[in-house]
């Protein structure tokens, strides 16, 4: 036996929720082993999470714009219909590929798609294998390309099961009750008997080919655990309102069932490997099983992958990997790059995925070749007049149309066509947009909602496909191609870009295409209020959607909301809420964090934030917000690693961890507590801010300033008047700092008057020394209101309570921001104290100021609104 080996086995749709309560009952003994002398994770997927694009992208290290397959199904070259996505289709070499090439046996059973099987080194069974006429009085022919090498078809085809080879002891494991169902109208024990029989197919080639063959490495593909949930998940405990009990009674264990048989296949797999054998067992997904069960699936293009949850499983055990141990941040496209690293091979640098060196005991030094894709030589890969003629695969496709994952196709076949190559675009634009790439993926939504499509006319509803069309909503008149999820992509994108006029304009589109749309796109609405500043009216929304069906991701805008108003009690609250509906959802995790640190609850805030870098581990908020945790609990080396992991992951945008790491080196390189320092440290390039409410004393702060030699950055555009003799001191474009703060560069160096509602708005790449006027309210509000004409006497009550709300605003905007030191300074005080104000005002500038100059321009007649 060959030492040194890899299995990878792919269980489709395994997820942990399920799988841990099945450990502790003991009802998981293989798996369980696996784990005690390996690691676990999760395995974060993909958008869109189709599984023939998820299985490519583990095969390849690549996402699916790199390696071609875009969806469930294909146009055929000679442009005579639609098929199942086949081999073909794959422009990337896959890891048999390229363990051919180097000399190495590789054996894959299952794999999705891996039909028409290529002539590699080593065996290929490919996804057609299993696939058989569920009639019995059919013959099901093993078809050409099924195998490679074509030589091993007489040995295997025996070895597939059938559907009605299905027996009672086969079913009542599953179903002890399966004697209540009433098989006249309940069809769902032939479901059972053909994802039965398809599964003991792979299972069996996988298994005799362990035994009787030599390789290096294996891949098994099971689509068992997917393909039962989508069946009976429904079922699952706790029982949802609208199941009938009687059905509850005899399908609830169903799910649970089919985990527990895919242990016991995987227990006679690690039988047949020895110790120096690195086993993967991993999921592409997860699957929902709680309150987001969909009973109803919508009108959307592979609707049933809504209910993929974001994270799968991965657990490795072998020689070099370490022990009963958790891993983190692991993704569908790290797999290739870690088997290839597991033989000693180079990873391409154009793979999207890394090599997961933390699962390993003695990790070793990762190598890199350019890209395999441009290495020539043999690679076991089909031929481009390849001869195989790759038949219409009407078993798969009518298993895909059961599933849900894609319509019956069209009697016009024209009609097809066009839907097939619509949908493949979508699922590459969504590829596009899971990678963040919002032009790309912008351009093909764009193009897609823009073409002309044909409609349905009479003769389309006569047809034997006449009941699918009406099923799917579609009336005569209709565009055969249903732009609603196009829109629901561009509305996401639009609000990623915070283009919130955009974002309305689509939303108006969306609920006018189907009225459908307006509750689920709530959450969209509520961003676009917020967006446009409608703070109150978000809120409601949100509010008045939250009791309809439990929702986390309402919860954690309910908390953002209640952040934005510094109400951090309500958003604490509001994030656990959203926490304790979705407990793996990093985001509420981070965010609640972030909450928690401005509450002063910083251990709390510490263990959140580990745990949203557990989940996802490349979130470099999460990894700032650590540091901010550790910073305030003394933790100074740890947090700075902390911060520079957050700048490492986000080195173009996280200017906040570059000078979070700064202050953290000064206060390591100091005893003192960098917000107790008497004494400023000038800093290249700093920008001196003078800030505060309107009428708070700015003005005359300014004009200290340019008096004591500090270069001040203003238009004169604002002229002097009876409220202001000295002037303003203003520079427009401040005015539209929310919208364009790309020209603070101008400021460095300078002094720059900003007012308090807009500090917010400062770019965190720059340092800045912030002087904040104080003023009695009363006497704010009186100048004010003397100076746009109304009686000053009359003091309002909103506008008090407005300008409280940002003075406390400022105090955590300045504890946010590394790049900020800041200074109170009282009106009062500059009138009463100039001299002690102008020397705590030079101390903290940190530049030589004359000092005289900044004591005479004080004019104390000014000082005319007086509480």
């Known amino acids: 036996m060959k030492k040194n080996k890899v299995l990878l086995i792919g269980w489709d749709a395994a997820d942990w929720k399920i799988i841990w309560p099945l450990i502790v009952k003991g009802e998981m003994p293989a798996l369980k082993k696996l784990i005690s002398r390996g690691v676990y994770g999760n395995m974060s997927t993909m958008n869109p999470p189709y599984s023939p694009m998820l299985w490519s992208s583990v095969a390849t290290g690549k996402t699916p714009d790199k390696h071609g397959i875009h969806g469930f199904i294909e146009v055929m070259p000679n442009m005579k219909g639609v098929r199942p996505v086949t081999a073909t289709s794959r422009k990337a070499k896959a ?91 309940d069809k769902s024990l032939i479901s059972f008997a053909k994802i039965m029989s398809h599964n003991t197919s792979v299972h069996c080639a996988a298994t005799n080919l362990m035994r009787t063959t030599e390789w290096d490495f294996m891949a098994i593909y099971y689509d068992l655990i997917d393909h039962f949930c989508h069946a009976f998940m429904k079922f699952h405990p706790p029982k949802l309102k609208t199941v009938p009990q009687n059905l509850f009674e005899i399908y609830k264990d169903a799910v649970v069932s089919s985990y ?113 894709e441009s290495i020539k030589g043999d690679f076991g890969q089909h031929k481009e007049n390849n001869s195989i003629d790759i038949l219409d695969d009407q078993e798969t496709m009518q298993q895909l149309v059961d599933l849900g994952y894609i319509e019956a196709p069209e009697d016009n076949i024209n009609y097809a066509i066009l839907k097939t190559r619509c949908d493949l675009k979508h699922n590459l634009a969504r590829v596009f947009l899971g990678k963040k790439d919002f032009m790309k993926s912008k351009e093909i939504l764009i193009k897609l909602i823009n073409d002309d499509y044909p409609t349905y006319k009479d003769s389309d509803f006569k047809g034997k496909n006449a009941k699918n069309i009406k099923k799917q909503g579609f009336k005569v008149g209709d565009a055969i191609v249903d732009t609603i999820p196009f829109y629901m992509d561009l509305l996401t994108i639009s609000l990623k870009e915070e283009d919130y006029n955009l974002a309305d304009k689509y939303l108006k589109k969306l609920r006018k295409l189907d009225t459908k749309f307006e509750v689920s796109t709530n959450i969209s609405e509520a961003k676009i209020l917020l967006g446009k500043g409608k703070t109150q009216k978000a809120l409601n929304l949100l509010k008045a959607t939250k009791n309809r069906k439990p929702n986390s991701e309402i919860w954690y805008q309910i908390g953002n909301i209640y952040r934005r108003l510094n109400d951090f009690e309500k958003a604490k609250q509001a994030f656990q809420n959203a926490i304790d509906i979705e407990v793996d959802k990093a985001k509420p995790h981070q965010a609640i964090a972030e909450t928690l640190i401005r509450l002063g609850e910083f251990e709390e805030a510490a263990e959140h934030a580990l745990t949203a870098i557990e989940l996802v581990k490349y979130f470099p908020e999460a990894h700032y917000t650590l540091g901010e945790a550790l910073e305030k609990l003394g933790d100074l080396e740890n947090a700075k690693k902390a911060y520079e992991t957050a700048s490492k992951l986000k080195p173009k945008k996280h200017f906040r961890a570059e000078k979070a790491i700064e202050n953290i080196e000064e206060k390591i390189d100091s005893p003192r507590e960098f917000k107790d320092k008497t004494e400023y440290k000038f800093r290249e390039n700093q920008i001196v801010i003078v800030s505060g409410l309107p009428r708070s004393g700015t003005s005359v702060m300014m004009q200290m300033m340019q008096k004591g030699g500090l270069d001040i950055l203003t238009d004169g555009n604002r002229k002097s008047d009876d409220s202001n003799p000295k002037g303003y001191y203003e520079y427009d474009p401040v005015m539209s700092l929310h919208k364009d703060n790309s020209w603070l560069d101008k400021a460095q160096n300078k002094s720059l008057k900003v007012v308090a509602p807009l500090l917010k708005f400062l770019d965190p790449k720059y340092r800045y020394k912030v002087i904040f006027m104080n003023r009695d309210l009363t006497e704010v509000v009186k100048s004010q209101q003397k100076m746009i004409g109304k009686n000053p006497d009359i003091l309002p009550v909103k506008l008090f309570e407005s300008y409280n709300k940002h003075l406390n605003q400022v105090e955590v905007w ?32 940190g530049v030589d100021m004359d000092k005289n100059e900044m004591e005479n321009c004080v004019d104390k007649s000014l000082y005319r609104n007086k509480a």
Do not use: C
């Open 814 to 845: 300045k504890e946010r921001e590394p790049s900020v030191e800041l200074i109170y300074v009282g009106y009062k005080d500059v009138i009463d104290n100039t001299k002690e104000v102008v020397d705590k005002v030079v101390s903290f500038i």
């Open 260 to 372: 527990r048989f895919q242990d016991m296949m995987l227990e006679r797999t690690m039988e047949l490997v020895d110790d120096d054998t690195t086993i993967i067992v991993m999921s592409d997904h997860g699957f929902e099983s709680g309150h987001k069960r969909i009973l109803k699936m919508p009108k959307y293009p592979a609707a049933p992958a809504l209910e993929h949850r974001q994270f799968g499983i991965f657990v490795a055990a072998g020689p070099n990997i370490k022990k009963n141990e958790k891993v983190f941040g692991l993704g569908l496209i790290d797999i290739a790059p870690t088997v290839l690293h597991m033989f000693n091979l180079p990873v391409g640098k154009d793979m999207d995925g890394k090599v997961a060196l933390d699962v390993f005991q003695k990790p070793k030094k990762v190598t890199y070749i350019n890209s395999w």
């Open 95 to 185: 890891l048999w590929n390229i363990l051919h090439y180097k000399g190495y046996k590789s054996n894959l059973v299952g794999w999705w798609p891996s039909f028409p099987a290529e002539p590699i080194n080593g065996v290929i069974v490919s996804d057609l294998f299993q696939k058989v006429n569920v009639d019995p009085n059919k013959k099901s022919p093993i078809k050409p390309g099924t195998i490679h090498p074509e030589s091993l078809v007489k040995e295997l085809q025996d070895l597939r099961m059938f559907p009605h080879e299905i027996t009672e002891a086969h079913i009542l494991p599953f179903f002890p009750k399966a004697n209540e169902i009433d098989q006249e109208k």
